[in-house]
């Protein structure tokens, strides 16, 4: 299930999938090319049943590890449009799943509704 309304996201794994976002930001796409292997973190946002923001951060760092080369062995350039895609996604994604924390947070509770 998602994080309680009022925890930090430093707490929440969907933090793990923010801070690539905005790691990319200042660094660019060789930031999270450079990153190898994210199975842990995706295993650990997955554990708190969030399939679409682990599904969203190994498409975001696969795209941007991706790059082919040509028959001599140099590097083509890179699919920018993927990536992109991928970046946008799990930055709007971050952020939907920030506002309804924030709504839910200040929807009364059951407790409270009596």
């Known amino acids: 299930a998602p994080t309680r309304p009022g925890e930090t996201g430093a707490h929440s794994p969907l933090y793990l999938l923010e801070r690539r976002v905005e790691q990319t930001v200042p660094a660019g796409r060789a930031a999270l090319g450079m990153l190898g292997d994210v199975s842990a973190e995706t295993r650990r946002i997955r554990r708190a049943g969030l399939p679409t923001a682990a599904g969203l951060l190994t498409a975001l760092c696969a795209s941007a590890a991706r790059r082919d080369r040509d028959l ?43």
């Open 72 to 114: 001599f062995g140099r590097l083509l350039p890179a699919d920018t449009d993927d990536f992109a895609t991928y970046w946008l996604a799990a930055a709007r994604y971050t952020a939907a799943v920030a506002e309804s924390l924030c709504s839910a947070a200040w929807q009364p509770t059951q407790e409270g509704a009596r």
